[in-house]
């Protein structure tokens, strides 16, 4: 996922600030075009990954196509000149503040920008292969991530709309943060790994290990991180990832995260 820009706490203190918004409209026109991309990414992805299954080359071409068309919504949207957008009966809300072209250029913008890396070796013209099942889950992982970023960019720009009733960011927002105990955390996370590895709750102590213990591959470390960011609320960093090697990790780490967000 896009790394935090570095002033970022700051750009949505002065959103909150000075009242900075984006219109339903332009609201609007974001989700028909992203939301509805990335959900024909996303069901893409899921169908082979049902099967575990790599995608093949003329599939992971759509792929290419469906980001062209969000980046080809963010440069329209991002226009500084009113005259030159593409949308006329919505060109009332542009141009957008410069905090929120800044925003959605680099969070959407890298996103984007790393699931064409992905998909570039796939469909090299020298030498093309399918897309690998564990590429295909970081592709959803960076679909997820413009969701989040979405969401959470209408929710300041838009206090008083309904950001549950879109369709398209369905399943999103992540639950808000709050401070647990480290029993509930265990319990939370063992539920879901018995779910996930259909192992017995017996199986899962603070000493189980993902890789070792419950024969977690490349994917299955992935998806651990995307559960746990869904059931505890939060983002982990990319260079936090490497460090939940267990249970006990996973634990320690989801209580220091919630408790440092809850302060």
């Known amino acids: 996922m ?22 339903p409209e332009i609201w609007d026109l974001l989700y028909n075009y992203i939301g509805d991309d990335l959900s024909a990414i996303n069901l893409l992805c899921q169908y082979y990954l049902a099967g575990n299954l790599p995608v093949p080359v003329s599939d992971a071409k759509k792929i290419l196509l469906y980001t062209r068309h969000i980046k080809d919504i963010i440069n329209k949207i991002t226009l500084t000149a009113k005259g030159d957008f593409a949308f006329p009966e919505f060109a009332e809300g542009i141009p957008l503040d410069p905090v929120l072209r800044e925003m959605l250029t680099h969070y959407i913008g890298n996103d984007i920008y ?21 590429n295909s889950t970081k592709i959803i992982y960076h679909c997820r991530s413009i969701k989040i970023f979405m969401y959470k960019l209408r929710k300041e720009t838009m206090p008083d709309a309904d950001t549950q009733g879109d369709s398209r960011m369905q399943k ?17 996370i063992r539920k879901f790994l018995m779910q996930e590895f259909n192992v017995e709750g017996r199986q899962i102590n603070l000493e189980t290990r993902f890789k070792e213990d419950l024969g977690a591959d490349s994917i299955g470390a992935m998806q651990i991180i995307i ?7 939060f983002e982990m960093p990319d260079e936090d990832e490497d460090k939940i090697l267990s249970v ?5 780490y989801v209580f220091k995260k919630l408790k440092s967000s809850s302060q």
């Open 2 to 23: 896009a790394n935090p820009l570095p002033n970022e706490n700051e750009l949505y203190a002065r959103i909150k600030k000075e009242k900075i918004t984006i219109t």
């Open 248 to 252: 006990g990790n996973a634990v320690e």
């Open 227 to 233: 559960l746990l960011e869904e059931e505890f609320g």
């Open 114 to 134: 790393m699931i064409n890396l992905i998909v570039g070796d796939a469909v090299d013209p020298i030498a093309p292969g399918p897309l690998s099942p564990e």
């Open 172 to 188: 999103e927002p992540m639950p808000q943060p709050r401070e647990l105990a480290k029993e509930e955390i265990f319990a939370r």
